[in-house]
Structure formats: C-alpha cells, structure tokens
C-alpha cells in the first residue's frame, strides 16, 4: 500500500506504512472531524508502467491542488484511492470529479 500525502507546501510524497485503520487521521489540527471518501480504479494495478506512473502523477497534482486535503492512500493490490479532506460543503464532490478528470476510469464508492 502507498501512502499519498500532502506536505505543507501542497506536494505529495509516497510511502509504504503500517495498516490504513492506523494511519487515517480523524480531526484537523483544530479537533473538527475529517471527511472521507474512496474511489475504485478498474485495473489499476494491471495497467502498464507508463500509464499507471501518469495516473497516479495526476492523483498527486490533484490532490495537491487542494488544501483541504489532509491524507491519502492508494492501495494497488485493491485498486483503491482513501482521501481524508477537512469537512467543507462540496469539497467530496470537487475533489472526486477532479480525479475523474484526471483519471476517467475512477469511481467513487462511499463518503461520509
């Protein structure tokens, strides 16, 4: 599993970590809860190197465009994107189709 994470100056870096139920933060830095969604990828973790390294390059340019953004993972033996967003009317539904744009085979598959 990688981790996809924001750093302060909006790039993002990935790493390999321990399980996801330990990683995924709950609250801001302020103490409010965290929103979170998961989009399925069909065949991500099939698609030939060129395609997989420009998809997930389009992910990380999105993810880093917004600051509400506070985690991510992409699990590829699943073929799973986690996103952990601070709670903002919208910001689920603008992130999701940003990545569609970026990655037209991404669904989303459950928010709250």
Do not use: C
């Not at 790493?15 to 409010?32: K, M, Q, S, Y």
């Not at 991510?72 to 992130?95: E, Y």
Request: net charge positive.
């Amino acid at each position: 599993m990688s981790q996809l994470k924001p750093t302060s100056t909006q790039t993002v870096s990935i790493t390999a970590n321990e399980p996801l139920h330990e990683r995924v933060p709950t609250r801001d830095e302020e103490g409010r809860l965290l929103s979170d969604f998961m989009m399925l990828i069909p065949g991500l973790r099939e698609w030939p190197k060129g395609r997989f390294n420009d998809r997930v390059a389009g992910i990380q340019a999105v993810l880093g465009g917004f600051s509400e953004v506070v985690f991510a993972d992409l699990n590829v033996p699943l073929n799973l994107l986690w996103v952990s967003v601070k709670a903002k009317p919208g910001i689920i539904s603008a992130v999701a189709a940003s990545i569609q744009h970026r990655v037209p085979e991404a669904r989303v598959i459950s928010s709250r």
